[in-house]
């Protein structure tokens, strides 16, 4: 039975989503394209009629993990009374719970290694999501040069990666706990 071009691209669409969320919860190189499928609910011989290699599932699972943080970081700061939201998209993303989400939180924590040796294609798609980021922060900074608005966001955007990252890393909650509010604290400053 054929399906329709509307069914494949929802089952396209729950591949990549699942992909995304499994690629950060394991790992690119662990987890393979089997896991990807079974956990999609499909098997692993439909994989190819969605997808030339699984490159390019990586490609766009992080492009569909950068949309989804860069539209939680714009979320954060509609919701925040504070002046502009930068604030609110810091808050959120140093957040406990962010941390500990490896599977929904941002790509960039939970893969960069791995991103950092990836092919082309993903290189590019990331760092596209890394310049809306930017742009996003940058808006959003109390710099009224866009120039130095600019520094200012990636300054912020480093940060923010950074700290998730070592909070990540460390196996003393005590400290995992410090470098999140620690780094809100020095980013708070005017």
């Known amino acids: 039975m054929k399906r329709s071009k509307a069914e494949t691209a929802e089952t396209r669409h729950r591949i990549v ?24 609910g499909l098997t692993h011989g439909g994989f190819y009629r969605h997808f030339q290699s699984k490159d390019q599932l990586v490609a766009e699972a992080c492009a569909a ?18 002046n502009g939201g930068l604030e609110a998209i810091i808050e959120s993303y140093l957040a406990v719970n962010h941390r500990d989400d490896r599977a929904g939180g941002c790509p960039l924590t939970s893969l960069g290694s791995e991103l950092a040796r990836a092919d082309n294609e993903t290189r590019a798609t990331v760092s596209e999501g890394i310049v809306r980021f930017v742009e996003a922060l940058a808006t959003r900074a109390r710099r009224r040069k866009p120039e130095l608005a600019k520094s ?3 300054f912020v955007l480093s940060a923010l990666v950074g700290a998730v990252t070592l909070s990540r890393i460390t196996t003393d ?18």
């Open 17 to 40: 989503e699942t992909a995304a969320r499994e690629f950060r919860r394991n790992g690119i190189h662990a987890t393979g394209l089997a896991d990807v499928m079974a956990a999609a």
């Open 65 to 82: 993990g950068m949309n989804s943080i860069v539209a939680r970081a714009e979320a954060a700061a509609c919701q925040s009374d504070s």
């Open 152 to 154: 200012d966001a990636l």
């Open 173 to 190: 909650t005590g400290l995992s706990d410090a470098i999140l509010s620690e780094t809100k604290r020095h980013l708070a400053r005017p």
